[in-house]
């Protein structure tokens, strides 16, 4: 990341009005070292993983304390270090283990508390989820950033997707009530494998996204309101089929989570 990019990425953080800065990675991807695993550069402290392995519904996951540091877990067929360039590599084939409720496979981080705890935020507050990336392979869809419903009522939804497609164009999926129903906005488009950024903020009850220094917002509905939310981000891979070489590559160069 130039300094021009880092900046701007500040800049629309400050914009956004966050505070209390947690998970912060090295945001400069020239510091990014490609013989560490991924916690060694970037703070998984905060942040679980949840794989396409294990058994029927039940996906393998691997915990913060597992993530972190220097010595932190890799995984050569789903998430490592690219050794050319320090990525956060994540891979999500089409036929892989998946949750009871989604159909498609996915390597992504879901969100956790500096204590261990899974991550619940209330709507109101100031909750924005940063990152630089490149998708260099896609089938037909990935999400690459989410905010996930948490506690607060039995829906599985999320509030939002963060979509990338193989022509390039990147959309936002806005969930329209907690018992379904997704609407699109097209937000962009970026050409296979060339890097990117997002900021995903929520915050005045309004989802308050910016790609590429573009920033659009859209309405919260109050249906979501007694829900409490949590951030996700990786290769969710929206595509299936028995085969395990097609799939969706996704690649951070940078990941930060802040709340205020």
Same mark, same amino acid.
């Given at each position: 990341?130039?300094?021009?990019?880092?900046?701007?990425?500040?800049?629309?953080?400050?914009?956004?009005?966050?505070?209390?800065?947690?998970?912060?990675?090295?945001?400069?991807?020239?510091?990014?070292?490609?013989?560490?695993?991924?916690?060694?550069?970037?703070?998984?402290?905060?942040?679980?993983?949840?794989?396409?392995?294990?058994?029927?519904?039940?996906?393998?996951?691997?915990?913060?304390?597992?993530?972190?540091?220097?010595?932190? !877990?890799?995984?050569?067929?789903?998430?490592?270090?690219?050794?050319?360039?320090?990525?956060?590599?994540?891979?999500?084939?089409?036929?892989?283990?998946?949750?009871?409720?989604?159909?498609?496979?996915?390597?992504?981080?879901?969100?956790?508390?500096?204590?261990?705890?899974?991550?619940?935020?209330?709507?109101?507050?100031?909750?924005?989820?940063?990152? #630089?990336?490149? *998708?260099?392979? *896609?089938?037909?869809?990935?999400? +690459?950033? #989410?905010?996930?419903?948490?506690?607060?009522?039995?829906?599985?939804?999320?509030?939002?997707?963060?979509?990338?497609?193989?022509?390039?164009?990147?959309?936002?999926?806005?969930?329209?009530?907690?018992?379904?129903?997704?609407?699109?906005? =097209? *937000?962009?488009?970026?050409?296979?494998?060339?890097?990117?950024?997002?900021?995903?903020?929520?915050?005045?009850?309004?989802?308050?996204?910016?790609?590429?220094?573009?920033?659009?917002?859209?309405?919260?509905?109050?249906?979501?309101?007694? !829900? =409490? #939310?949590?951030?996700?981000?990786?290769?969710?891979?929206?595509?299936?089929?028995?085969?395990?070489?097609?799939?969706?590559?996704? =690649?951070? !160069?940078?990941?930060? +989570?802040?709340?205020?």
């Amino acid at each position: 990341m130039n300094k021009r990019t880092l900046l701007a990425g500040l800049v629309a953080a400050a914009v956004a009005g966050t505070l209390g800065v947690v998970g912060i990675t090295n945001a400069n991807a020239a510091t990014l070292d490609p013989s560490l695993p991924p916690g060694g550069n970037f703070d998984l402290s905060v942040w679980q993983l949840q794989l396409p392995t294990g058994s029927p519904g039940k996906p393998d996951t691997i915990s913060p304390a597992r993530l972190k540091g220097a010595n932190g !877990y890799s995984n050569p067929a789903y998430f490592w270090t690219d050794k050319n360039d320090g990525s956060m590599t994540f891979w999500a084939p089409e036929k892989g283990v998946t949750t009871p409720n989604s159909k498609y496979a996915r390597s992504e981080l879901r969100e956790m508390n500096a204590n261990g705890t899974a991550a619940d935020w209330p709507l109101a507050g100031n909750h924005t989820l940063s990152a #630089q990336l490149r *998708v260099p392979q *896609v089938t037909k869809n990935v999400a +690459v950033g #989410q905010v996930h419903l948490g506690s607060g009522g039995t829906s599985t939804k999320p509030l939002l997707e963060l979509y990338y497609r193989p022509n390039g164009d990147i959309y936002l999926g806005t969930e329209n009530s907690p018992a379904g129903g997704q609407t699109l906005h =097209k *937000v962009g488009n970026v050409a296979l494998g060339v890097k990117w950024t997002y900021v995903i903020n929520v915050s005045g009850n309004k989802i308050n996204l910016t790609v590429n220094g573009s920033r659009t917002s859209y309405p919260i509905p109050s249906s979501f309101n007694p !829900y =409490k #939310q949590y951030f996700k981000a990786g290769s969710y891979n929206q595509s299936s089929s028995e085969s395990t070489s097609n799939g969706a590559k996704v =690649k951070f !160069y940078s990941l930060v +989570v802040t709340h205020g």
